[in-house]
């Protein structure tokens, strides 16, 4: 299983995530976000949401 990661979390490899469940579960239209090192993960569209390393 690959490794949910909070909003807000600093400090990530730089790429692209995209926002999944609570439970790694899918989300109704998903985003999509690439950062570079050092960039802090955006907030999700639901509490509670996390993002997953794509």
Do not use: A, C, F
Request: overall charge positive.
């Amino acid at each position: 299983m690959t490794k949910l990661i909070k909003p807000g979390t600093d400090n990530q490899p730089k790429g692209k995530y995209k926002e999944v469940g609570p439970q790694d579960g899918s989300v109704n239209k998903p985003r999509t976000v690439t950062i570079d090192n050092g960039d802090r993960l955006p907030p999700t569209q639901k509490p509670g949401n996390k993002w997953i390393k794509k």
